[in-house]
């Protein structure tokens, strides 16, 4: 396991997780504040946001989001 560790490029892998991070943080950051959102509630959008890695920052941004 440890080898197996040593062995990962963290100089590629540790930028993509700062990202995924920053638009987790972000995307609840802009839920928490919102009104509301366009489709489901926010429970559900919290969840989605952060189960779904990139994918779910992702899809509040563009189906989500209401847009004020």
């Not at 504040?33 to 779904?52: E, F, L, T, Y």
């Amino acid at each position: 396991m440890s080898m197996e560790l040593a062995n990962i490029p963290w100089g590629l892998v540790l930028p993509i997780i700062i990202v995924i991070l920053i638009l987790q943080v972000t995307s609840l950051i802009s839920l928490v504040r919102s009104d509301g959102v366009q489709r489901g509630n926010k429970i559900i959008w919290a969840v989605i946001i952060v189960v779904g890695s990139i994918l779910g920052p992702v899809l509040y941004w563009t189906l989500g989001r209401e847009v004020q």
